[in-house]
Antibody
């Protein structure tokens, strides 16, 4: 069974740091793009960042508001994805989800769309 | 950034109704569009990718259409388990962006 389980959330003061983990199982972790998506209380979904797969050297991409503060990485030996969050702000308070991005081909073109999601971990930034 | 605009932001419907949700992109995204369903307190669930391709295990009452800038998600006959919030998302360009969501409520 394909499964993603996030952990590491909690209460942190503004300016602090936190590292979230996402344990992956049931699929070839190194072959897939992986995403972090967050949802502030009562709000919609917001993409945070991406780690591409081994074939693409695990390169990363970020939303502008997170770039420079957040870092996405992975440990393939542990089948784990990470989100290192620094200089946290109150507006970073949210549930953070990790998601697998599935590769499918349509008309010969590659599509990487999120297909499996974890249940999320809650981050609260408050003094 | 590509802006995704969903309409309506909420709707009330009855069991058995046909429901249509629209999503408009601020520029051409071809068919690089996904739809997700989210119930309160739960993770999103993937419904459709490539604008019209159902994910494995998603019932055929869900369908998607469109290309370019205008897209729709149709639920052919609304059932109690379909009351949820639905999001579109473009994945043509970074940053990946979501629509604001459409909350489908019971009339």
């Amino acid at each position: 069974e394909v499964q993603l389980v996030e952990s590491g959330g909690g209460l942190v003061q503004p300016g602090g740091s936190l590292r979230l983990s996402c344990a992956a199982s049931g699929f070839a972790f190194s072959d897939h793009y992986m995403d972090w998506v967050r949802q502030a209380p009562g709000k919609g979904l917001e993409w945070v960042g991406r780690s591409r797969n081994k074939a693409n050297s695990y390169t990363t991409q970020y939303a502008a508001s997170m770039k420079g503060r957040f870092t996405v990485s992975r440990d393939v030996s542990e089948n784990s994805l990470y989100l290192q969050m620094n200089s946290l702000r109150t507006e970073d308070t949210a549930v953070y989800f990790c998601a697998r991005a599935q590769l499918r081909y349509f008309d010969g073109l590659s599509h990487y769309s999120m297909d499996v999601w974890g249940k999320g971990t809650t981050v609260t930034v408050s003094s | 950034d590509i802006q995704m605009t969903q309409s309506p932001s909420s709707l009330s419907a009855s069991v058995g109704d046909r429901v249509i949700i629209t999503c408009r992109a601020s520029q051409n995204i071809n068919n690089y569009l996904a739809w997700f369903q989210q119930k309160p307190g739960k993770a999103p669930k993937s419904l459709i990718s490539a604008a019209s391709s159902l994910q494995s295990g998603v019932p055929s009452k869900f369908s998607g259409s469109g290309s370019g800038t205008d897209f729709t998600l149709t639920i052919s006959s609304l059932q109690p388990e379909d009351f949820a919030t639905y999001y579109c998302q473009q994945y043509k360009d970074y940053p990946l962006t979501f629509g604001g969501g459409t909350k489908v409520e019971i009339k």
